[in-house]
DNA sequence: CTGAAAGCGCTTACAG
DNA sequence: CTGAAAGCGCTTACAG
């Protein structure tokens, strides 16, 4: 029966068809580039498209063809410059597939509660990519069962993942650091949400049982939010100290105040202070900051493409894991 | 015809109300909260639904009623906290009214131009709200006539707008400034993108115009990339020869870095140095920052309740225009 | 190459 | 309160 509200009637295919004398069937053909159309055909087709300014009901083509062409992208919040990156080689992938991705940041307490209310959101793609929040168990109670999940940044026993090996990096970090003959201190953030990512932690425990091996220690560890007005106070607590040490941030977002307050304060930053970040991120590279280097652009894309063939059932493996290696790179700091 | 690809098939609705021994109606009904079921059929459905693990389609519910409940949210790249604040507080109306926010950030230049190809996402929302990019323009090519949009951040002669009067913020830093006996100094940032907003000319002119009204000028004007290397290195820069200034930063984003720098050189900021940032963003509270407050939420809360107020056709004017007054926040600064 | 028609999985006015 | 059926706007196997 005819619509409750009477709604401004939608140009639809059929009246792109009859307006070009031919069936919706070959209306459709024309949208969707079958090559078998007659050129002529297609011409009277796309004209009349035009004059009638027709755009095509995408909901419609989903309900038919059971598949939406979208992709969910879970993360965290948003800060840094890492979820660029991540994103972009995710996108690149999709794009390439003719999939576009649909972001969903969980950038504040409501946005975890909201997942599940949102799942009309979750339902309406043909998979999900997560990062580093651990929601996957959340996602199996509501979630279409065949709807394939890829976890990046963290574990997963009931989906793929794909993950950088943070406590080998950890390890670099400290194989680097025993031959300096200083303190060392570490800076680091400390979970604050039960769902939050644990990679800090990890690369935490490398460092410290490299160090260890090495008969070294670590002097101090610093807990901070993951935000710089903090890391400021930090820094200059320990440079009002200590004129001379070395300093393991497992992140480069938190080296940045460490380095710019060791400037400012004249330190030579590289001899007598020595940094080393974690992640590789473009500011790392623009400040020169030594770091462990993590693949996040090849993160993205493993990931992607692992979805793209879950979806187009080509593995068959039940779980698949990628652990990629993180290297050292030494700048000057 | 049946599917080309066997798929899966799905449990419908069709299958609950076989179990169920109603017709489809009746668990649509259910489905939908209708109070005109008797609660017995209620109870059976629902033990039918969790039985088989029922999970409805997304697609088929939007066509048959024309509506999504998703609205797009465009915005820029999401740095800083800007954005957190300004979505919540869309996220917060919508989620009342029944909607969810689909997050479309412009993070890079592939995401501008894929903004055409992404139009199937554009197309499957009820409305579209965008904030601070002149992507109105382009909007208008492609998305359903009768979709609305909000703008926030930004004119719009096609579309509704909230913004706040940005040169009026301007004057108000300038008449606070120009009391004080010592060089002033601005810190802006110079748009790097077409499409980019034009929020931080419009603040350096109000404060410009200020100052010459009382006689007064600036003394120099920095302009900086939207990040914050660049900053600490303008701030070195300026307190190596300047141990006494003002200085006016079109976003309290780029005065964290100028204010940690000052007191690393142990310079009293909020007496020998000045500095008045713009947008009483969260940082601006904690580090106690004299800045002009912007109402982000509530052009948040006002922009998403007109949008569903159009949605719901509840509004007759052809465009609306809200413009929120910014005030002078002074704190220790 | 092309048209007529079935089917995708819902919602809802209609008639009990 | 409830079922049967039409309709939402597409796609696609089928039969020319």
Same mark, same amino acid.
């Given at each position: 029966?005819?619509?409750?509200?009477?709604?401004?009637?939608?140009?639809?295919?059929?009246?792109?068809?009859?307006?070009?004398?031919?069936?919706?069937?070959?209306?459709?053909?024309?949208?969707?580039?079958?090559?078998?159309?007659?050129?002529k055909?297609?011409?009277?087709?796309?004209?009349?498209?035009?004059?009638?300014?027709?755009?095509?009901?995408?909901?419609?083509?989903?309900?038919?063809?059971?598949?939406?062409?979208?992709?969910?992208?879970i993360?965290?919040?948003?800060?840094?410059?890492?979820?660029?990156?991540?994103?972009?080689?995710?996108? /690149?992938?999709?794009?390439?597939?003719?999939?576009?991705?649909?972001?969903?940041?969980?950038?504040?307490?409501?946005?975890?509660?909201?997942?599940?209310?949102?799942?009309?959101?979750?339902?309406?793609?043909?998979?999900?990519?997560?990062?580093?929040?651990?929601?996957?168990?959340?996602?199996?109670?509501?979630?279409?069962?065949?709807?394939?999940?890829?976890?990046?940044?963290?574990?997963?026993?009931?989906?793929?993942?794909?993950?950088?090996?943070?406590?080998?990096?950890?390890?670099?970090?400290?194989?680097?650091?025993s031959?300096?003959?200083?303190?060392?201190?570490?800076? @680091?953030?400390?979970?604050?949400?039960?769902?939050?990512?644990?990679?800090f932690?990890?690369?935490?425990?490398?460092?410290?049982?490299?160090? /260890?091996?090495?008969?070294?220690g670590?002097?101090?560890?610093y807990?901070?939010?993951?935000?710089?007005?903090?890391?400021?106070?930090?820094?200059?607590?320990?440079?009002?100290?200590?004129?001379?040490?070395?300093?393991?941030?497992? @992140?480069?977002?938190?080296?940045?105040?460490?380095?710019?307050?060791?400037r400012?304060?004249?330190?030579?930053?590289?001899?007598?202070?020595?940094?080393?970040?974690?992640?590789?991120l473009?500011?790392?590279?623009i400040l020169?900051?030594?770091t462990?280097?993590?693949?996040?652009?090849?993160?993205?894309?493993?990931a992607?493409?692992?979805?793209?063939?879950?979806?187009?059932?080509?593995?068959?493996?039940?779980?698949?894991?990628?652990?990629?290696?993180?290297?050292?790179?030494i700048?000057?700091?």
């Amino acid at each position: 029966m005819p619509r409750l509200k009477q709604k401004i009637r939608r140009i639809t295919i059929k009246d792109v068809a009859e307006f070009a004398g031919v069936g919706v069937g070959t209306v459709s053909r024309v949208l969707n580039n079958n090559p078998h159309v007659d050129s002529k055909t297609r011409q009277k087709v796309l004209d009349a498209i035009k004059k009638l300014g027709y755009i095509p009901n995408p909901h419609a083509r989903r309900l038919s063809t059971g598949e939406s062409n979208l992709i969910t992208v879970i993360t965290p919040e948003m800060k840094g410059d890492f979820y660029q990156i991540l994103l972009s080689a995710i996108d /690149e992938v999709l794009i390439k597939n003719g999939y576009s991705s649909l972001l969903y940041p969980l950038y504040n307490e409501r946005k975890y509660e909201g997942l599940k209310k949102s799942s009309d959101i979750l339902l309406s793609t043909d998979g999900i990519i997560v990062d580093g929040v651990s929601v996957d168990n959340i996602l199996k109670g509501f979630i279409n069962p065949q709807t394939p999940v890829v976890c990046v940044e963290q574990d997963s026993d009931k989906y793929d993942s794909v993950i950088v090996d943070n406590h080998y990096g950890g390890i670099l970090a400290g194989d680097y650091f025993s031959d300096f003959d200083m303190d060392i201190f570490v800076v @680091t953030h400390r979970k604050s949400h039960e769902l939050e990512s644990t990679v800090f932690d990890e690369r935490l425990e490398g460092f410290q049982e490299s160090l /260890e091996r090495k008969g070294r220690g670590i002097d101090k560890i610093y807990y901070v939010p993951l935000d710089w007005e903090s890391t400021f106070e930090v820094a200059r607590r320990i440079f009002s100290r200590y004129k001379r040490c070395a300093i393991f941030t497992t @992140t480069d977002y938190l080296a940045v105040p460490i380095i710019e307050v060791a400037r400012t304060m004249e330190l030579k930053v590289g001899k007598d202070v020595k940094v080393c970040g974690f992640d590789d991120l473009p500011i790392a590279q623009i400040l020169e900051i030594t770091t462990i280097k993590q693949p996040i652009y090849d993160m993205g894309k493993i990931a992607a493409d692992l979805l793209i063939k879950r979806i187009n059932g080509r593995i068959k493996e039940k779980v698949k894991k990628y652990v990629l290696k993180p290297e050292l790179v030494i700048r000057s700091t």
